[in-house]
């Protein structure tokens, strides 16, 4: 009984410092210096871009323009100035200067593709799914004690 | 982020050919191999977004923290909590590995930008440089953990036997 309080008290201590850095982080890795993606999805998020600012964004590729691409990032449609082609439905990485009028001047492109977005999805459940059957073929969780243990018939 | 079929086919191949080494106990093996699906449990913001909870809450948030060393090592830390008291640190150990292993992984992500993620949040805002050898859609850093774990886990199979 002892024992399980104690197990209920740490766990709400560590979700208490789970909470307590999702807060932290939510507030201090926009600004600048801290997460470059975190930072550049705010200043977008809120229109508070300067000309020449360089971000460092992902986006969802809406189609192919005359020198570029249009793409859907932080709520907000850019033009990205670049070379590198891509599909609709592409999602790319955009690291670059931002102009007037939501235009990115690319510095660099990664395109993922859409058919690979798939994959990448796909095998991940498999992973998943691999994962909490190894740990299922030797351990068994007592749902009713809360409690893992090793399987009998590995001892 | 590295594809979780690769996560965890790495840290079973890694683990399972350091039990042969060190007569490890096999059972742990399955533990990392959990550890390394639990840095990817940000993932959640797909199904709530964090400005759906700072709305609700009216606090700042973000998820990433669950993908960074600090909010890893305390989902560990719960996680590890469920075992009994005479397997709970070697579960933690083991769990970390896993993590340990995702983060190593996660580090070869081509970044536009060159640079990771903060993975060692709340130790230290430091970006370090990406590796850039694949992305996260590649299928090739899967096969070779797939055939890494094949072989590894062949040898085992007829060492036991």
């Known amino acids: 009984m002892i024992g399980a309080i104690r197990r209920l008290l740490a766990t709400i201590l560590l979700l208490v410092a789970l909470a307590a850095m999702t807060?932290?982080?939510?507030?201090?890795?926009?600004?600048?210096?801290?997460?470059a993606l975190q930072t550049s999805a705010r200043t977008l998020a809120t229109d508070g871009e300067r000309p020449g600012e360089r971000l460092y964004i992902w986006g969802e590729v809406l189609d192919e323009t005359d020198g570029g691409l249009r793409i859907l990032a932080a709520g907000?449609?850019?033009?990205?100035?670049?070379?590198?082609?891509?599909?609709?439905?592409?999602v790319v990485q955009v690291y670059g200067s931002i102009h007037s009028g939501g235009t990115i001047t690319a510095e660099r492109?990664?395109?993922?593709?859409?058919?690979?977005?798939?994959?990448?999805?796909?095998?991940?459940?498999?992973?998943?799914?691999?994962?909490?059957?190894?740990?299922?073929?030797?351990?068994?969780?007592?749902?009713?004690?809360l409690r893992v243990a090793p399987r009998s018939d590995d001892d | 982020m590295t594809d979780l079929l690769t996560h965890v086919l790495a840290v079973f191949a890694g683990l399972t050919a350091a039990s042969l080494v060190f007569n490890l106990d096999d059972r742990y093996v399955p533990v990392g191999m959990v550890g390394a699906v639990v840095p990817d449990l940000a993932k959640l913001r797909l199904v709530i977004g964090a400005g759906t909870i700072e709305a609700v809450l009216g606090v700042p948030f973000s998820w990433a923290p669950i993908h960074r060393l600090g909010g890893a090592v305390v989902l560990?830390?719960?996680?590890?909590?469920f075992f009994r008291p005479e397997d709970r640190s070697r579960a933690m150990r083991f769990l970390l590995v896993g993590v340990g292993s995702h983060f190593v992984l996660d580090a070869g992500v081509k970044r536009a930008n060159g640079v990771i993620p903060p993975?060692?949040?709340p130790l230290s805002w430091w970006q370090p440089p990406s590796a850039d050898l694949y992305l996260s859609s590649d299928p090739w850093p899967a096969t070779v953990a797939l055939a890494l774990a094949g072989a590894v886990w062949s040898i085992d199979r007829h060492r036991s036997e």
């Open chain 1, 23 to 35: 807060i932290h982080y939510g507030a201090v890795a926009v600004q600048p210096g801290h997460d």
């Open chain 1, 76 to 90: 907000r449609t850019l033009t990205v100035r670049t070379d590198t082609a891509a599909s609709p439905g592409d």
């Open chain 1, 109 to 145: 492109v990664i395109v993922s593709e859409r058919e690979r977005l798939r994959y990448l999805y796909a095998v991940s459940v498999v992973g998943l799914l691999l994962a909490i059957a190894a740990f299922l073929r030797k351990w068994e969780v007592r749902w009713y004690r």
């Open chain 2, 76 to 81: 560990c830390g719960i996680a590890a909590l």
């Open chain 2, 119 to 121: 993975y060692f949040y």
